[in-house]
């Protein structure tokens, strides 16, 4: 990871940045580009491009907001099986849960950048080619629906994505794909620790004026134990899943016009290791965009939809854990559309602005099947609750260089957010039936942003920038109680949406080959959304419920440092402090000085990486993360941990190459819930596997 590569920027050259639908992306001089080409189609040839949350061209040392780029060698040398164990790398990146997407829960699989982020929730956007790809019904990622080995490069902007509107409170995370090539063919399978297996294919080609791509991976391991060997029963065993991802991409170039289209599918099987507790997840997304470039301006175009399921059993398992049976069945179907207009007109070189309008809607209902442990006629057997939710933004912004040594950065964005057809139905042992329907609610939002670099010399920069975002409580929230362990968590219509105000402020370094960057940071957060434990227990037995707090505030530092003493070796170092704290809470004053649950306050990343194809490609990289509490109370606690995972790959001929990775190299045992059960962090893990590649990508 680095912070831009501006080592390898000249100082004269000059850098846009554009609109990919709303995605983050950067490419080399000459390279195609996905749904990112330039205003004009001179400039693609002897340009670098990259695309930030400001949307507007710049070169990346001008740019206000803080990026950190993954690019797609360090992508190909990482030693994890599933992006979000490699976006982990960036010390600002974090999961709700510290657990793999290769155990974890689909629903804990929140994203939150600087601590941002109370609940399992994600706090943070994330984009695959401009499109979202939280989940539109509880906001969660499906991070394996997102094979690395299709990842050209990811950018990871940690502070408020004004102008992305909803689910762009903490930041944006930007996945661009690879480039469509003419007649690739690669190929990958390996095994391993637990009974895992993988395999990949990725093939690319251009016919009749179209570029075609299609890849597909799937993943399956029998899994280890993840329940703690203390807690463990008889009920307890490995944590067992199988997932399948593939895709279909088409774009094609006509002058200044160019279409693009995707369809992607997304099959995956959990078992949590429990009996009778086990996930799966169906997705099928699909989308088209439309690009027209003239003269100085551009016209982008974009509509996707979706359609999801989601379906979790859960058990009632006796205290000695030596018994369980099924307590519930639950299915949410969900589906969602969304559509955006953009325009981008350069005035001379100093000056771009852009204006948009994005809309989308989402429904879902997420319905119950309870087996209670004594029927009776009061008794719950069947819950269902969802509704429909509509999202509409229009947003303007401005980029100026004001000096050769100055950049501003400004814009403005409003969001209308409706809630609407909200209904609770309870069907009882006896047969009756009972229906609560739920006010329709809508609100306005409006989310300024302003920014600005200053050149301090020809090595030397500081950036600063402030801005205001929302996020509205999703349907999951709203509407879908859930078990994690023993724990039961209520939803609850009543919530209202985040609204995050901050600012950052830090120097960037750039010497030869040595990037080094400080950034410091404030957020505060009104009406946080959290999982709140209950004085009592709820007449439908849950302990915590979501609730909205006062006020939270994360405030930190973050320092990046990279540097190549040779052509053949990286080094990276890269530190975050976020202390998250509750600093107002009318209905829960005890919490008051505590910290937000699930956040680490220090985290910390060291690499060394080694990449000459005539001899080997290695890597090593330690993970450090510090205590952190499961619960809101802070009494739950999770000690500290430091892993160390290594990559080697060897090329052998006819474009074969062989690679071993090992996760967890010292076995270190790390807790990573506490929700009624302690559960375990991935042990050592060791996998061997070939690769094929052929073409040029």
């Not at 000059?14 to 749904?35: D, F, M």
């Not at 004001?402 to 069907?427: F, I, K, S």
């Not at 959290?530 to 007449?539: D, G, I, K, W, Y």
């Amino acid at each position: 990871m680095h912070a831009h590569a501006p080592m390898r920027i000249r100082r004269r050259s000059v850098l846009l940045v554009v609109l990919a639908s709303g995605g983050p992306l950067r490419a080399e001089p000459g390279a195609q580009v996905p749904s990112a080409p330039t205003l004009t189609p001179d400039v693609v040839a002897a340009e670098t491009i990259e695309i930030t949350d400001l949307r507007v061209p710049r070169r990346p040392v001008d740019d206000p907001a803080t990026v950190t780029v993954v690019e797609r060698p360090e992508l190909a040398r990482s030693a994890h099986l599933v992006t979000d164990d490699v976006v982990r790398s960036v010390p600002s990146v974090a999961m709700f849960r510290r657990s793999s997407s290769l155990v974890a829960d689909p629903t804990s699989q929140g994203l939150n950048l600087r601590g941002v982020g109370p609940s399992a929730v994600a706090r943070a956007l994330v984009l695959r080619d401009g499109i979202p790809v939280n989940d539109p019904f509880g906001g969660w990622v499906y991070w394996r629906a997102i094979p690395s080995t299709s990842i050209e490069r990811i950018e990871i902007q940690p502070s408020g994505a004004t102008v992305f509107g909803n689910f762009g409170l903490g930041g944006v995370l930007g996945i661009a794909s690879r480039p469509i090539a003419e007649r690739t063919v690669e190929a990958l399978v390996a095994g391993g620790s637990y009974g895992t297996w993988r395999g990949a294919v990725r093939a690319t080609d251009h016919l009749a004026g179209f570029g075609i791509e299609l890849d597909a991976e799937r993943v399956q391991s029998r899994g280890f134990t993840p329940v703690a060997s203390h807690d463990r029963g008889a009920v307890d065993g490995p944590a067992a899943s199988d997932h399948v991802a593939a895709g279909l991409r088409v774009e094609r170039g006509d002058g200044p016009s160019t279409l693009r289209g995707f369809a992607r599918v997304f099959d995956e099987d959990l078992a949590a290791g429990t009996r009778y507790t086990t996930a799966a997840v169906r997705t099928l997304t699909y989308g088209a965009s439309w690009r027209y470039v003239y003269g100085r301006a551009r016209v982008d175009l974009t509509a996707f939809a979706g359609h999801q399921r989601f379906e979790q059993t859960r058990a009632r398992v006796a205290p000695d854990r030596a018994r369980a049976e099924p307590a519930s069945h639950q299915r949410t179907p969900s589906s969602n559309q969304g559509a955006s207009a953009m325009w981008t007109t350069r005035a001379g070189e100093r000056h771009t602005l852009q204006l948009g309008v994005d809309a989308a809607r989402v429904t879902g209902t997420a319905t119950d099947a309870i087996t209670p442990a004594m029927m009776t006629d009061p008794s719950v057997v069947e819950r269902a609750a969802g509704g429909e939710q509509r999202f509409l933004g229009v947003f303007v912004q401005d980029s100026i260089r004001v000096t050769p040594r100055l950049e501003l950065g400004a814009a403005v964005r409003v969001d209308g957010w409706q809630q609407l057809d909200g209904e609770r139905r309870l069907v009882r042992g006896s047969g009756e039936v009972t229906r609560v329907a739920f006010d329709d609610r809508e609100e306005l939002q409006v989310s300024p942003r302003l920014g600005a670099l200053r050149h301090l010399g020809e090595h030397v920069a500081v950036r600063g920038s402030i801005y205001r975002a929302f996020r509205a409580p999703t349907l999951n929230e709203l509407y879908r109680p859930f078990q994690v362990g023993t724990v039961l968590t209520a939803a609850n219509a009543a919530l209202r949406p985040e609204v995050l105000w901050g600012g950052e402020l830090g120097p960037q370094l750039v010497v030869g080959t040595l990037v080094a960057r400080a950034t410091g940071f404030w957020n505060e957060t009104s009406d946080p959304i959290f999982n709140a434990t209950l004085a009592m227990p709820a007449p439908d037995g849950a302990t915590r419920m979501r609730q909205n707090l006062g006020k939270a505030r994360v405030a930190g530092v973050e320092l990046e440092a990279s540097w190549r003493p040779r052509a053949a070796w990286t080094t990276t170092v890269a530190y975050t402090l976020a202390d998250a704290r509750v600093t107002e809470a009318p209905e829960h004053p005890d919490l008051v000085g505590k910290r937000l649950a699930q956040d680490p306050r220090h985290r910390a990343v060291a690499g060394l990486a080694y990449d000459d194809p005539r001899i080997a490609t290695a890597s090593v990289e330690l993970r450090y993360t510090s205590r952190q509490f499961e619960d809101d109370l802070n009494t739950l606690p999770m000690g500290a941990y430091v892993v160390v995972d290594v990559f080697a790959r060897r090329d052998l001929a006819y474009g074969v190459s062989a690679f071993a990775s090992v996760l967890n190299v010292f076995d270190r045992a790390y807790l990573v819930g506490r929700a009624g059960v302690d559960t375990i962090g991935q042990p050592r893990t060791l996998l061997v596997g070939v690769a094929f590649a052929s073409g040029e990508d």
